[in-house]
């Protein structure tokens, strides 16, 4: 099922409705697409293999396209604004990047080429933060709550899953060593941003998960410049922690982590 909300909100303003009947097997050949693709981008899944896709990622792109957009390409605003908030399988989806064959050309474009693309949280968490967002003070002075974190300075070595991927269950079969470049451009942007916004940044040591929680809880500005993870434990992001076996890791900031701020 897809809606489209337009932003405006005068009377000629509607939201459009459209339901597919789909297969359920198509999707996860499709969704199974996305996940290998991830898994080749990440060093957190270089040691485990997913099960094999009989779909390429820009097939499972150009599939995706006709199913979420060309049905409701007439209702969308031209040069616009387009906002995801996927669910499960979908925050898999690069959705930039679905594409199309454009018939006048006979070239290759892309949602972005079309649209300003904008990807949200799930539209329960929206809800949540919404509800939170009643209860904040009005906007403090310009740095007075602002969280910027840079990591990592150095190489930091982690631990991360070996997961086997069976059907819609991945089923965690232990653990590998593995190294997570130092990202010095990183530890210099963070700088830079701690410069334009007068705030105080969290570099190297100082990224630890208790102190970007302590800080995040207040903040109404978050920039964040680290390594990013996806894999059997889900998405994630670096900071500075002890090694350690377990999902709860405090070298990783979580979305559970996040949403319980």
Same mark, same amino acid.
């Given at each position: ?64 396209? $006709?199913?979420?957009?060309?049905? #409701? ?38 949602? #972005? ?65 593995? $190294? ?41 500005? #978050? ?34 982590? #996040?949403?319980?701020?």
């Amino acid at each position: 099922r897809t809606w489209v909300v337009p932003r405006r909100s005068d009377a000629a303003s509607q939201v459009f409705f459209t339901e597919l009947s789909l297969d359920g097997d198509e999707l996860d050949t499709i969704f199974q697409a996305f996940s290998q693709w991830h898994c080749s981008r990440s060093i957190a899944t270089a040691g485990s293999r997913a099960n094999e896709s009989s779909l390429s990622t820009s097939d499972a792109l150009a599939r995706l396209y $006709e199913l979420l957009i060309r049905p #409701i390409a007439d209702v969308l605003t031209p040069n616009g604004r387009v906002v995801f908030c996927p669910h499960r399988e979908l925050l898999l989806v690069p959705f930039a990047a679905l594409r199309y064959i454009d018939s006048a050309s006979n070239a290759v474009r892309h949602l #972005i080429d079309d649209y300003t693309v904008h990807v949200g949280v799930s539209m329960r968490a929206l809800d949540g933060a919404q509800d939170r967002a009643q209860y904040q003070p009005d906007s403090p002075a310009p740095g007075a709550n602002v969280l910027v974190v840079g990591y990592p300075d150095c190489p930091q070595q982690v631990l991360l899953p070996l997961a086997r991927i069976e059907e819609h269950t991945q089923t965690l079969k232990g653990w590998r060593k593995a $190294e997570a470049p130092a990202l010095p451009a990183a530890t210099a942007e963070a700088k830079w941003v701690q410069r334009v916004l007068g705030c105080k940044a969290l570099l190297g040591p100082e990224a630890t998960r208790t102190a970007v929680l302590k800080n995040m809880r207040d903040a109404s500005v #978050i920039h964040f410049a680290t390594h990013g993870f996806v894999d059997g434990l889900g998405a994630r992001l670096l900071l500075h922690g002890t090694v350690s076996e377990s999902e709860d890791c405090d070298q990783w900031l979580r979305p559970q982590d #996040i949403l319980g701020c």
